[in-house]
């Protein structure tokens, strides 16, 4: 890679006390907004994920979405959309999980992935681990295999590895937020 890892922080805004007191929210837009932050965070990817020969991408809204397809685009594979609750328009597999501030609810259409689907699944952040996990389960109700996940950053306060090392996902971080 032509380009270090640890440029990406260049780009990492810290917002606190967003979306409520006490949480410091780490903002990733301008990795996407910068063409070279965005090349390295897909690069990265293309090197890790690609000899495990994936046939899907899911990516969880919302920077799952264009990081994912970025991703399922170069390595010539599909993508599928994990959106929020009451955005999918026809059947659904449904997972209620609890967020680092309240819970979610994350869908997937049932005929999205089969069982000879291999994923990845790309979101941006990985803090508790639960929209992850949300997404494993869904994806797995659907007979796929989940081979692996990618986040840019990982908040290991928050120890969202293990709890997606208890349900036997690798994940792949680019960065980790030590502080
Ligand atoms: P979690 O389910 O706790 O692993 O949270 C991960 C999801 O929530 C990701 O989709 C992130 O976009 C978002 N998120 C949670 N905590 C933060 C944070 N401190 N900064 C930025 N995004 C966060």
Known sequence: MSQPIGRLWDEV?????????????????????????LSITVQAWIEAIGPERPTMIVGIEARGFPLG?????????????????????RDVHRAEYALEYGTAVLEMHTDALGSEDRVVI??????????????????????????SAAVILDLPALNGRAEMAHR???VHVLISDTA
Not at 123 to 147: F, H, I, S, Y
Request: charged content about 15%.
């Open 122 to 147: 790309v979101d941006d952040v990985l803090a508790t681990g639960g929209t992850l996990g949300a997404g494993v389960d869904l994806v797995q109700r659907t007979g796929a295999q989940v081979l």
């Open 69 to 89: 397809a970025a991703l399922a685009y170069e390595l010539g594979c599909g993508f599928v959309a994990l959106r929020k609750g009451g955005k999918l328009p």
């Open 13 to 37: 805004v810290v917002v606190p006390d967003f979306p409520e007191p006490g949480i410091s929210f780490k903002d990733l837009s301008g990795i996407l907004a910068n063409p070279e932050t």
């Open 168 to 170: 036997g996902v690798p």
